[in-house]
């Protein structure tokens, strides 16, 4: 069983920056993959980034490429998402999750563990 919880979230102006952590506790961290997702109000949560088991290759979202980047210390258990550049259209609650897979960047539905998330708000 892998706890995960995630902090950083907060108000920030359109163009600041903010740097979410997701922390594990309770499991062999370095075996999973994590996908950072987020979640606007009515609108389906989307997947903005993942990072391998080892901290190597990174997928993005087209929407975060160049804006958002991840990287991982597996000694401190903790992956981080550090947000630049940040627009209203990046607000939402944002959710570190972990899965036993493959793929880097496999279907939503196969991920194991959840955080509880974090609410990121960016005004104009």
């Known amino acids: 069983q892998v706890r995960l919880v995630e902090s950083g979230g907060g108000l920030v102006q359109a163009g600041g920056s903010l740097r979410l952590s997701c922390a594990a506790s309770?499991?062999?961290?370095?075996?999973?993959?994590i996908g950072w997702f987020r979640q606007a109000p009515g609108k389906e949560r989307e997947r903005v980034g993942a990072?391998?088991?080892?901290?190597?290759?990174?997928w993005y979202a087209d929407s975060v490429e160049g804006r958002f980047t991840m990287d991982r210390d597996n000694a401190k258990n903790t992956v981080y998402l550090q947000m630049n550049s940040l627009t209203p259209d990046d607000t939402g609650v944002y959710y570190c999750?972990?899965?036993?897979?493959?793929?880097?960047?496999?279907?939503?539905?196969?991920?194991?563990?959840w955080g509880q998330g974090t609410q990121v708000t960016v005004s104009s």
């Open positions: 999750a972990a899965v036993l897979s493959p793929s880097l960047v496999p279907h939503i539905a196969e991920y194991n563990y």
């Open positions: 309770g499991g062999e961290f370095s075996l999973y993959h």
């Open positions: 990072i391998s088991r080892s901290g190597g290759p990174t």
